[in-house]
């Protein structure tokens, strides 16, 4: 085709702070429409299951944490090394190596899927038995109808690592948006159909519900197809505008993908291996330290990891968002040897992270009880879990910032030696926190932030040695947002026990209703306070200032 051998003109080159602000705006929309429409569909999902619906939950969330480990070992490393080549060719106009080395990352994704398909599939049953669920049986089942999506996912990875590698994140965002609209659906209807029209078993209609995936990703794959021909990448560049200089064998770049990813398959697995040692300690400990019966274990598992860590993944997103949008920007600056520019785009990517997740977390503990009960049955514990889940978002979103950061700016070794000191954090406090000080379900979460906690402040030493970032700067920044966000939490806080008299809040719809009045109090306070303080023009420059003479903000 003519277009593919002729170049398109130039577009106006953005800075790279308006690239990191407009991708972490894009992936942030994305993950961020992805992960509410994920909870919404809770409370119709939750409702015709009855009265197993906890343990329905339970049950979907068992299924899903090893599901999750497979589909990071098979494709969590190779969207964010395709992007990070790829934004290292395209910065040497080597465009004929950055298609090759997406046509090898698909080959390379195909057999991934299948040996991770493959591996679920046999692995099932042993996941199973370890696993709090009553029935070894149903969680076999759960899990074993995640297979079909481990086949296709890796290659809609890949083909998302491309377009990011490329600056271009709309497409990407859009495609998650895609992906969970289509498995909702699907998980709905089938929802319905087996419990309230066919009188069908729970523990069916889960497995319908885990099956959904498959769905999403394809018709995520089938428009992430579409768009790589409507946009402008490496494939618009004929061999004759390529630069040349670089020759790579095809097997050279499969090796170069294969070790490229590794290292962000080991830190991007680092959450979900987290979740499995819950789920397979979890129980051994409560059993042996406490009384409650097996039916009890699973339920408090079910509320804080199914519930509660379904809440905050809406927060999560935003750190999954921005590590995914600086890696090409910061690969990009190391290919250029930009050192001071990276420690420049490190320190803002920290900064940003911190200014939606502070108040993000601070607000969602403030109104955890009416938040919690709009989703699913009302429970002291439920809310408790959230409180403490919240403040956890925050370690979980900047390990994945950091985690990545490190490894597009060189930094593989370091950052992968950091996550083993925090597996060994969480696997020493796991059974103090949860068994011997009798914290039960908190202690999962208190481990969890201990283990992280470590692991990113060791980063952030790592970063500094590599960059030399202000560190003193970032240090007031964040204090600053820290401030800015109690400020904002303290006065929901009052505005939320005002509300506490008008409506109750262990109703559902009265806590529906409650919630837009607390949140719209909370963002504009936020708001109105990073505008007052400049803040938000340090960070998000241009924008602010321009919304900020539209108020007549002085």
Not at 103 to 117: E, F, P
Not at 135 to 147: C, I, K, P
Not at 267 to 277: D, P, R, S, V
Not at 362 to 389: C, H, I, K, Q, R
């Amino acid at each position: 085709m003519d277009n593919q051998t002729t170049s398109k003109p130039i577009k106006k080159e953005l800075s790279n702070d308006q690239k990191m602000v407009s991708g972490s705006a894009w992936m942030t929309a994305g993950s961020m429409v992805s992960r509410v429409l994920g909870i919404i569909y809770i409370i119709p999902w939750m409702a015709w299951m009855g009265a197993e619906a906890n343990a329905a939950n339970a049950l979907f969330q068992i299924g899903y944490t090893p599901y999750a480990f497979f589909l990071a070992l098979a494709t969590a490393g190779v969207p964010s090394a395709i992007s990070k080549q790829i934004s290292h060719y395209n910065a040497l106009g080597e465009y004929e190596v950055s298609k090759s080395i997406y046509k090898q990352g698909l080959k390379l994704m195909a057999l991934t899927g299948l040996i991770s398909a493959v591996a679920l599939y046999i692995l099932a049953p042993v996941l199973a038995t370890t696993s709090p669920s009553e029935s070894t049986d149903d969680a076999v089942l759960v899990m074993r109808a995640l297979v079909p999506a481990l086949l296709i996912i890796p290659s809609q990875s890949v083909t998302r690592g491309f377009l990011q590698g490329h600056n271009t994140m709309a497409g990407p965002a859009i495609s998650q948006i895609i992906e969970q609209f289509a498995r909702i659906l699907f998980m709905l209807s089938s929802a319905f159909m087996i419990t309230q029209l066919l009188r069908g078993e729970m523990v069916t209609a889960v497995a319908y519900s885990t099956f959904a995936a498959f769905i999403g990703a394809l018709f995520s794959l089938l428009y992430l197809a579409w768009k790589i021909k409507r946009i402008d990448t490496a494939f618009n560049y004929g061999a004759e505008e390529s630069t040349g200089k670089v020759e790579v064998s095809s097997n050279a770049l499969l090796k170069g993908i294969i070790k490229t990813s590794i290292p962000f398959i080991i830190i991007a697995t680092g959450i979900t291996i987290f979740q499995m040692i819950d789920q397979i300690t979890y129980a051994p400990i409560m059993e042996w330290f406490s009384e409650l019966s097996k039916d009890a274990i699973e339920e408090t598992y079910g509320i804080t990891q199914a519930n509660a860590h379904k809440l905050i993944m809406i927060l999560t997103s935003f750190g999954t968002a921005l590590s995914i949008a600086t890696v090409p920007l910061i690969s990009n600056l190391m290919a250029k040897r930009d050192i001071k520019e990276v420690s420049k785009q490190f320190s803002k990517g920290v900064q940003l992270l911190f200014f939606a997740m502070f108040p993000a977390a601070v607000g969602m503990a403030v109104v955890a009880e009416p938040l919690y009960n709009v989703f699913f049955p009302a429970s002291d514990l439920g809310t408790s879990v959230t409180v403490v889940s919240a403040y956890m978002s925050i370690f979980i979103a900047l390990y994945a910032v950091l985690g990545n950061m490190l490894q597009a700016a060189g930094q593989t070794r370091p950052a992968i030696k950091t996550l083993m000191i925090g597996f060994a954090v969480k696997l020493i406090t796991q059974p103090l926190f949860v068994g011997i000080m009798g914290l039960g379900a908190y202690g999962m979460l208190y481990s969890t932030i201990a283990g992280f906690g470590v692991t990113c402040w060791l980063m952030m030493r790592i970063m500094h040695g590599a960059t030399n970032y202000s560190a003193s700067l970032l240090f007031r920044r964040s204090l600053l947002i820290l401030i800015l966000s109690l400020v904002m939490g303290a006065v929901t806080m009052v505005t939320r026990e005002g509300v506490s008299l008008f409506l109750d809040f262990e109703n559902k719809v009265q806590a529906g209703l409650s919630l837009p009045i607390m949140a719209a109090v909370g963002i504009a306070v936020y708001g109105y306070l990073s505008l007052k303080t400049r803040l938000a023009d340090r960070l998000i420059g241009s924008q602010a200032a321009s919304v900020r003479n539209k108020l007549r903000m002085k």
